[in-house]
């Protein structure tokens, strides 16, 4: 589920909400710290959509945005995606 309009979360249930769905990956690597450093991608397959209407959508933006899934190896990801140190 998405926020409403002030940024905030919605406390009851309706058809008519608005949902997102959204995909990624991630990898945490040791880099000599305590944690160690995580290098992460996402992306927004669908937002905006009326609960009753995500179930016709699921699958197909699922099986649309797979093949780009696909490709983020942990070199894609260190490359191309968002290094983040943890720990700090």
């Not at 909400?17 to 450093?37: H, M, Q, R, T, W």
């Not at 093949?67 to 894609?76: F, S």
Request: glycine residues 10%; aromatic residues 10%.
């Amino acid at each position: 589920m998405e926020l409403d309009e002030k940024g905030q979360r919605f406390e009851q249930f309706r058809s008519d909400l608005p949902y997102g769905l959204c995909a990624g990956a991630y990898i945490v690597e040791d880099d000599g710290s305590k944690y160690g450093v995580r290098f992460q991608k996402g992306l927004i397959c669908f937002s905006g959509k009326p609960f009753d209407q995500v179930a016709a959508v699921l699958q197909s933006e699922m099986e649309k945005h797979l093949p780009t899934l696909e490709q983020w190896d942990a070199q894609h990801l260190k490359d191309n995606g968002e290094k983040v140190q943890l720990g700090t």
